[in-house]
């Protein structure tokens, strides 16, 4: 929890956040104070991270008047569904003490009496405060067994440094013999759809997100919206919402959801993410089996990974292997020494990956990942050994099977072939 909580108060009325620091007098400084008009905007903090509590004044019209027309305690269920584990404190005068009283039963953390702010704010805002808000957790229970897929998280120590080009070719990798399912949760901009172009057609995870709560998608539709890559047999892709149209964002509970659904079908499931503190991210590594951390070898890389794992290490990702991708995208003339990375990072190195500058090109121009392309290059061989290197780590519960049309047959043929000196 923070050193100086965040209070983000739900209100329309300006002058409730004046009355709210003069009740904390002396003790207003040991807290932020934020105020945002409704419960719209203020998901859209909370998922940006950083707010500890949540006052929601159900006294004022703060949200929508449909919603509340509708039941007024409906925007304490929007927070509770789409920002689960978020503590709110019902403010409320004496006149809606009951409807209060009812939203303490149904979740709230607390509910405060504008009429006795003076006796009860401080109180109640460091007890609660005091709980850390978890993230929601992936929903296992779709297959009869409950085990699912294992959830390998990659992310970049910074942006731009070749996270998804190494998703992409690891996941294409151990799809030689296991089923992947590719995801990526880039809330904008991903670059997957760039990378393997599929049809105009093809649904995403904004399509899913618009016709359906998260909780909600059926596991056919969830199914449809896989795009199969060609020429990998066992590797599918959802796509990051690629329409603007499509506003439905990416929070916690509809990422883990989506992940819920995936490690249902798939024996691994590959995530792509962004650099970011998000809580989005939090509850991603947080229900993730490993996080393969990418970093270049020059010193602001290594530094940004540092910041990272620090902040990893302060979430509650207990189960979570953690690990670092080396990768080289140029051949520099002094690279940072790998114990120099080691020292600084303490994590195991899953893999080093050499530039592969032309064979890259390549692959963004057939669209297809580099291991599919030249599989006896010093990159694709790399990609193999740290898919490879994951799975022994992570393994996944079924047995593997071998498809013989993908890139691990192609892998096998040309391994032998450079033992057997014919290369
Ligand atoms: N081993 C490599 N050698 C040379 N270039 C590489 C290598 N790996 C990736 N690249 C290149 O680096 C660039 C960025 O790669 P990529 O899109 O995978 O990065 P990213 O970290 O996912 O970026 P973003 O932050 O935009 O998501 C691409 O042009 C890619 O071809
Ligand atoms: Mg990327």
């Given at each position: 929890m923070a050193q100086h909580p965040t209070v983000l108060l739900i209100d329309e009325d300006t002058a409730t956040i004046d009355s709210i620091r003069r009740a904390l007098g002396d003790q207003a400084s040991h807290f932020k104070l934020r105020r945002v008009a409704d419960v719209p905007t203020a998901l859209a903090r909370i998922w940006g991270g950083g707010i500890d509590v949540v006052l929601l004044n159900l006294a004022a019209s703060a949200n929508p008047v449909e919603i509340v027309a509708e039941n007024p305690l409906a925007p304490l269920r929007a927070l509770q569904e789409k920002a689960q584990g978020i503590a709110v404190v019902v403010l409320c005068d004496y006149a809606g003490e009951g409807l209060a009283r009812t939203a303490v039963q149904q979740g709230a953390a607390a509910y405060l009496l504008r009429e006795a702010f003076e006796a009860d704010l401080l109180k109640v805002l460091r007890s609660v405060s005091g709980k850390a808000a978890p993230s929601p957790a992936i929903p296992r229970s779709l297959t009869p067994s409950g085990k699912g897929g294992k959830i390998i998280a990659f992310i970049g120590a910074k942006g731009g440094g070749g996270t998804t080009t190494v998703a992409l070719n690891v996941a294409a990798a151990l799809a030689g013999r296991r089923r992947v399912i590719l995801v990526e949760l880039h809330p904008e901009l991903g670059s997957l759809p760039l990378y393997f172009q599929p049809h105009r057609s093809a649904r995403d995870i904004g399509d899913l997100l618009a016709a359906h709560r998260a909780q909600d998608i059926p596991l056919r539709e969830f199914e449809s919206s896989l795009w199969p890559v060609k020429n990998v047999p066992g590797l599918q892709v959802l796509y990051g919402s690629r329409n603007e149209q499509n506003s439905v964002p990416l929070d916690p509970v509809n990422a883990t959801h989506i992940l819920g659904l995936a490690?249902?079908?798939?024996?691994?499931?590959?995530?792509?993410?962004?650099?970011?503190?998000?809580?989005?991210?939090?509850?991603?590594?947080?229900?993730?089996?490993?996080?393969?951390?990418?970093?270049?070898?020059?010193?602001?890389?290594?530094?940004?990974?540092?910041?990272?794992?620090?902040?990893?290490?302060?979430?509650?990702?207990?189960?979570?292997?953690?690990?670092?991708?080396?990768?080289?995208?140029?051949?520099?003339?002094?690279?940072?020494?790998?114990?120099?990375?080691?020292?600084?990072?303490?994590?195991?190195?899953?893999?080093?990956?050499?530039?592969?500058?032309?064979?890259?090109?390549?692959?963004?121009?057939?669209?297809?990942?580099?291991?599919?392309?030249?599989?006896?290059?010093?990159?694709?061989?790399?990609?193999?050994?740290?898919?490879?290197?994951?799975?022994?780590?992570?393994?996944?519960?079924?047995?593997?099977?071998?498809?013989?049309?993908?890139?691990?047959?192609?892998?096998?043929?040309?391994?032998?072939?450079?033992?057997?000196?014919?290369?």
């Amino acid at each position: 929890m923070a050193q100086h909580p965040t209070v983000l108060l739900i209100d329309e009325d300006t002058a409730t956040i004046d009355s709210i620091r003069r009740a904390l007098g002396d003790q207003a400084s040991h807290f932020k104070l934020r105020r945002v008009a409704d419960v719209p905007t203020a998901l859209a903090r909370i998922w940006g991270g950083g707010i500890d509590v949540v006052l929601l004044n159900l006294a004022a019209s703060a949200n929508p008047v449909e919603i509340v027309a509708e039941n007024p305690l409906a925007p304490l269920r929007a927070l509770q569904e789409k920002a689960q584990g978020i503590a709110v404190v019902v403010l409320c005068d004496y006149a809606g003490e009951g409807l209060a009283r009812t939203a303490v039963q149904q979740g709230a953390a607390a509910y405060l009496l504008r009429e006795a702010f003076e006796a009860d704010l401080l109180k109640v805002l460091r007890s609660v405060s005091g709980k850390a808000a978890p993230s929601p957790a992936i929903p296992r229970s779709l297959t009869p067994s409950g085990k699912g897929g294992k959830i390998i998280a990659f992310i970049g120590a910074k942006g731009g440094g070749g996270t998804t080009t190494v998703a992409l070719n690891v996941a294409a990798a151990l799809a030689g013999r296991r089923r992947v399912i590719l995801v990526e949760l880039h809330p904008e901009l991903g670059s997957l759809p760039l990378y393997f172009q599929p049809h105009r057609s093809a649904r995403d995870i904004g399509d899913l997100l618009a016709a359906h709560r998260a909780q909600d998608i059926p596991l056919r539709e969830f199914e449809s919206s896989l795009w199969p890559v060609k020429n990998v047999p066992g590797l599918q892709v959802l796509y990051g919402s690629r329409n603007e149209q499509n506003s439905v964002p990416l929070d916690p509970v509809n990422a883990t959801h989506i992940l819920g659904l995936a490690s249902e079908i798939a024996d691994y499931v590959i995530v792509d993410l962004p650099a970011s503190f998000s809580e989005t991210n939090r509850a991603v590594l947080e229900n993730s089996d490993c996080l393969a951390l990418v970093v270049e070898r020059d010193p602001i890389s290594v530094q940004s990974a540092r910041l990272i794992l620090n902040r990893v290490d302060s979430w509650k990702a207990g189960k979570l292997t953690i690990g670092a991708v080396i990768l080289n995208r140029a051949a520099l003339v002094s690279p940072m020494p790998f114990s120099e990375i080691a020292a600084d990072l303490h994590i195991r190195t899953l893999g080093v990956i050499p530039p592969a500058t032309d064979l890259c090109a390549a692959a963004q121009h057939a669209h297809a990942p580099m291991v599919t392309l030249d599989t006896e290059s010093l990159a694709s061989v790399a990609m193999h050994d740290l898919a490879r290197e994951i799975e022994e780590l992570i393994p996944s519960a079924g047995p593997a099977e071998r498809m013989e049309d993908g890139p691990l047959a192609a892998y096998h043929a040309s391994q032998k072939m450079t033992r057997a000196g014919v290369r």
